[in-house]
């Protein structure tokens, strides 16, 4: 079984440029978390999708981000315009359906801003 | 709100010494506890989970204890090998959370020959 795909692996833009970022998921997995790592820290939750409907997007910084699920399969997470701090790792985790134990993380895409 | 605080690296080791990885957590309720793993140029993986009190969880010879007393969940392993080198995240969830991951920092262990 395929595991959570996400592309690009790597991405350097200079600031001020638009990036966007795509996952998808386990298939059959309803929920789609995006967390952003930054270096040396732990993963920290963006948006969390049930099906097609973004059911916490608390965290995500609205002003540049946005992010879709729009047949509740795959999903796209974007900024624009790109700033120097936005340099990280972007992760993509899905699970069966909100309340399940298990989150299965993708690659991640590492973006550097210049 | 929820947190994790787990102990700072790196930690390094030699082989088949005893490792612990120390993490304790605050939450309001009754959160699920996690040992994530980030292998060099690989992903998160799930090492091992404990949902309750009590409760121990084992995988690939690591094990961590869910202990509510002292809000820990310590990860250990007998005899550590070179392949374990990595970083390893303590998190949790619960339904507050929205079963979002609430992750420590990561402890980076380097395991030499």
């Not at chain 1, 833009?13 to 966007?20: C, D, L, N, S, Y």
């Not at chain 2, 929820?2 to 005893?18: D, I, K, R, W, Y």
């Not at chain 2, 998160?44 to 690591?62: E, I, P, R, V």
């Not at chain 2, 070179?82 to 390893?88: E, F, H, L, M, T």
């Amino acid at each position: 079984e395929a595991g959570v795909v996400q592309s690009p692996r790597y991405k350097i833009i200079e600031k001020k440029q638009p990036v966007a970022f795509w996952c998808n998921p386990i298939s059959g997995h309803n929920t789609l978390y995006w967390y952003l790592q930054n270096l040396g820290q732990g993963p920290e939750l963006l948006i969390r999708y049930e099906n097609e409907e973004a059911v916490d997007d608390s965290q995500l910084p609205k002003d540049r981000f946005s992010a879709e699920r729009l047949k509740g399969v795959d999903s796209t997470l974007k900024i624009q315009p790109a700033e120097l701090g936005d340099s990280a790792v972007y992760l993509c985790a899905s699970s069966l359906a909100e309340g399940y134990n298990e989150q299965f993380f993708g690659p991640g895409t590492r973006l550097t801003v210049l | 709100g929820n947190s994790v605080t787990q102990m700072e690296g790196p930690v390094t080791l030699s082989e088949e010494a005893f490792l612990t990885i120390n993490c304790t957590y605050t939450a309001t309720g009754y959160p699920s506890l996690f040992w994530y793993v980030q292998y060099p140029g690989e992903g998160l993986q799930l090492l091992l989970k404990a949902t309750k009190a009590d409760d121990k969880g084992s995988n690939k010879g690591f094990e961590a204890t869910y202990r509510k007393e002292t809000t820990s969940f310590h990860l250990e392993k007998g005899s550590v090998q070179v392949s374990d080198s990595a970083v390893y995240f303590c998190a949790l969830s619960d339904q507050d959370s929205g079963y979002a991951l609430n992750f420590g920092k990561g402890t980076s262990l380097l395991v030499t020959p």
